[in-house]
């Protein structure tokens, strides 16, 4: 994981201009081929024109339902569109599978990193969804949070992760509000529950090593099990467009305005509400305004923003 971390560092200016692509350059067709999208899907953006076909971005309208999320991983679809001869309206559309990632729209440096990820699929447990994120627990029990063997909550606990601790050097607090968080990576999601490891300290890695206390809590660091509702996150800096999420976990699906906690767009400092599932590099989460959708990259930075 490490190392897919240091890849996804090294392409940030080549994803940028990802980033920078605006959304009001759709052509004239799009507009008369929403209503030939099929029940159940929704469109994304018209990643392009040939002739008199054009292709329409469709997903699952279920894509940002935790209970069955989209994956990254997952075969794609076009809606194939045949225009007028001016190319400036829908006359009929064909639901079709898509072929190679599109150069218009797919980040190829993301694409490896997900190809990468891909191939980890069979060490992970059956079923398990493979993903890459930094987050944190964010359950106060004061007995810490169980870490378990299997995604149930009638699994057997392996152990435990701390709850917010508050660190007291020489006299004095040094913790942010509410205390550190215990860290960790998500490496994989099943039916609402985070696959973990590497958890660490709270707080360990943001002081100084040789003042930290011996008798500070001390998490279950191996690979087990946590309630999503247990984890929280802050957005870091996924080279797509801000201040919204994507309604499927591609950079071409819909796009939804969204607000972070102090009501203005979201973007690379803060977090959102809830993080709900996974996919990748993907999370699928809930602003703090109520919109539920995708944001690539999650970290776990308590004292700085992820950008």
Known sequence: MRALRLIAAAILCVATQTAARADDTEPAWRASALALVPPGYVAGQAYRTDGATGYLAIYPATSNNPKIPAS????????VVTLTGDATRAVSAELKPRAAPDPD?????FAKLHGELA???????EGTEPCDLG???????PNGLNVRAEPSVKARVLGTLPPPYRL?????????????LTEFRIIGFKDG????????????????????????????????????????ANYANG??????????????AKWMPAQHELG????????PKRLLACSGLWGLVESHDGVRGWWRSLCSNQVTNCS
């Open 105 to 109: 729209n797919d980040d190829t440096d």
């Open 264 to 271: 203005g767009p979201i973007d690379g400092d803060g977090g």
């Open 72 to 79: 990254v991983f997952a075969a794609r679809q076009a809606l």
């Open 119 to 125: 191939a980890k699929r069979a060490t992970l447990p």
């Open 239 to 252: 080279f797509t467009r801000a201040g919204g999420l994507f309604q499927a976990p591609f950079v071409d």
């Open 168 to 180: 007291k050097l020489g006299g004095r607090e040094n913790t942010p509000d509410g205390g550190w």
């Open 135 to 141: 987050a944190w627990s964010i359950d106060k029990d």
């Open 193 to 232: 529950w985070f696959l973990i490891e590497g958890a660490k300290s709270p707080g360990k890695d943001y002081e100084d090593e040789k003042l930290y206390p011996r008798n500070a809590p001390k998490p279950y660091a191996g690979r087990g099990w946590v309630a999503s509702n247990k984890v929280g």
